[in-house]
T-cell receptor, first 113, second 111 residues
């Protein structure tokens, strides 16, 4: 497995609270991604990063922000969680050695009550 | 133009049979077509991938067939086994480290 960890692995929170999910990689890959996965919607890109402090929006970025202060860490923040953000969140990485291949972390299951 | 359309949504195949999942795309700039396999509770993992300079790529029981003129590609799983039961995603990229994903196919192999 690619060296990708996500924390926490499970979280239950209440509507309106801030939540931060962490993705950590040991592969020194340049690109990092946050996806959400919901039944019937497949994988949807939230935000991605192409380098330290370089990030851009994906197709479902509303309500989410990200930060990347170090190559190895990519944080996803829900400023004020809503029930529609209940989902499984996956981090992925990609780098020049693998071309366009993305390697996924184990996922974080988030429940917003 | 950015979409990748995947079918079927779900598929049930008898053990030993051939599983076939299809994907179609519009953007002729795509030049990388991977298939990912996802087991419940796990992240997707790369299964096999192809570039448009070849029409077929085989790895063990898994084969990608690629039809450039029709803008279609498919995954064939020969001698399907219960352990192949998973969700399969096709994707496409134009070399910019962005993958455009199909919606996924839930495959069940009946023993």
């Amino acid at each position: 497995d690619a060296g990708i960890t996500q924390s926490p692995r499970h979280k239950v929170t209440e509507t309106g609270t801030p939540v931060t999910l962490r993705c950590h990689q040991t592969e020194n890959h340049r690109y990092m991604y946050w996806y959400r996965q919901d039944p019937g919607h497949g994988l949807r890109l939230i935000h991605y990063s192409y380098g330290v402090k370089d990030t851009d929006k994906g197709e479902v970025s509303d309500g989410y922000s990200v930060s990347r202060s170090k190559t190895e860490d990519f944080l996803l923040t829900l400023e004020s969680a809503t029930s529609s953000q209940t989902s499984v969140y996956f981090c992925a990485i990609a780098g020049t050695s693998g071309g366009d291949t993305q390697y996924f972390g184990p996922g974080t299951r988030l429940t917003v009550l | 133009q950015q979409q990748v359309k995947q079918s079927p949504q779900s598929l049930i195949v008898q053990k030993g049979g051939i599983s076939i999942i299809n994907c179609a795309y519009e953007n002729t700039a795509f030049d990388y077509f991977p298939w990912y396999q996802q087991f419940p509770g796990k992240g997707p993992a790369l299964l096999i991938a192809i570039r448009p300079d070849v029409s077929e790529k085989k790895e063990g029981r898994f084969t990608i067939s690629f039809n450039k003129s029709a803008k279609q590609f498919s995954l064939h799983i020969m001698d399907s086994q219960p352990g192949d039961s998973a969700t399969y995603f096709c994707a496409a990229s134009r070399g910019n480290y962005q993958l455009i994903w199909g919606a996924g196919t839930k495959l069940i192999i009946k023993p």
